[in-house]
Nanobody, 119 residues
């Protein structure tokens, strides 16, 4: 059974930091680009960032670039999203998503973890 379990969300004040984790199982983790996607209430789903199979490259949406970083540990089937200098507009449910290398589209979605940035 394929599973992607996101965790680490919560309530944080503007300017604060939060680290999200995603634990993967049921597939060959290092064959997949890992992505984070978020959806705010009443908003369209938004790509946040991605990381290459061995973690040598990352890429981010302009809205988070310079504030967020990503890393992965293929030995543990984990991917992380480090979020710094959080803004209220970062409030959303954050989903991890697996994309097989060389194949278009997302193959597996996690259940998501909620992040609320508020004073």
């Amino acid at each position: 059974e394929v599973q992607l379990q996101a965790s680490g969300g919560g309530l944080v004040q503007p300017g604060g930091s939060l680290r999200l984790s995603c634990a993967a199982s049921g597939f060959q983790f290092d064959d997949y680009v890992m992505n984070w996607v978020r959806q705010a209430p009443g908003r369209e789903r938004e790509f946040v960032g991605g990381i290459s199979r061995i973690g040598s490259s990352t890429w981010f949406a302009d809205s988070v670039k310079g504030r967020f970083t990503m890393s992965r540990d293929n030995a543990k089937n984990l991917v992380y999203l480090q979020m710094n200098r959080l803004k209220p507009e970062d409030t959303a449910v954050y989903y991890c998503a697996a994309q097989r290398y060389g194949v278009s589209g997302i193959d597996y979605w996690g259940q998501g973890t909620r992040v609320t940035v508020s004073s």
